[in-house]
């Protein structure tokens, strides 16, 4: 058996043409369809923004009314007569947790009232009337309602009543 010498043939690559880069010059804009392009939408928003921003206080409601402060006024003292009359009772007296009780139903019905008005959450006498609150409610629910509010915190709770009747004699 004869066998056929074993010789190893090499592979060269071709070489490629040098890459010349295709420049294109097009002097008139691609043809436009019919539908809008992005920045066509974006200048027609901006547009329609500025345009309503610029209305917005012809179309806005007018602010609160005199009739309105007065209703947050004759509520917010209401509340705070409130709090005053249940936090001054006796820890012995029977009707402290139905006191409790009422004056969790007020504050509340007080908060989701007013919490909402955006007018409102910048005045003094509803930034005290509602940490106030918190303060209040926060004890009640965490320790019952017969459990007496420690002295610190009762001081700091009337603290807040006086300084929000301040600000509501004020018109804040």
């Known amino acids: 058996m004869a066998s056929a010498p ?35 939408l974006l200048s027609l928003s901006a547009a329609s923004t500025l345009l309503l921003t610029q209305s917005l206080p012809f179309l806005a ?8 402060d007065e209703e947050y006024v004759k509520d917010t003292s209401a509340v705070i007569s409130k709090v005053r009359t249940t936090l001054s009772m006796e820890r012995t007296d029977p009707n402290v947790a139905d006191a409790v009780a009422e004056l969790r139903e007020v504050s509340n019905s007080w908060v989701a009232k007013y919490r909402k008005e955006k007018a409102l959450l910048g005045k003094a006498s509803f930034r005290d009337i509602y940490s106030a609150l918190n303060a209040v409610s926060g004890h009640y629910v965490s320790f019952g309602p017969t459990a007496p509010i420690p002295a610190k915190r009762k001081a700091r709770i009337l603290e807040e009543m006086e300084t929000a009747e301040k600000a509501l004699s004020r018109g804040r």
């Not at 890459?19 to 804009?29: D, E, G, L, Q, Y």
């Open 61 to 68: 409601p007018p602010a609160a009314s005199a009739a309105e």
């Open 6 to 40: 074993a010789t190893a043939t090499l592979l060269k690559p071709t070489p490629l043409p040098p890459h010349k880069p295709i420049i294109t010059a097009s002097v008139s804009p691609p043809p436009r369809r019919n539908n809008l392009l992005r920045r066509d």
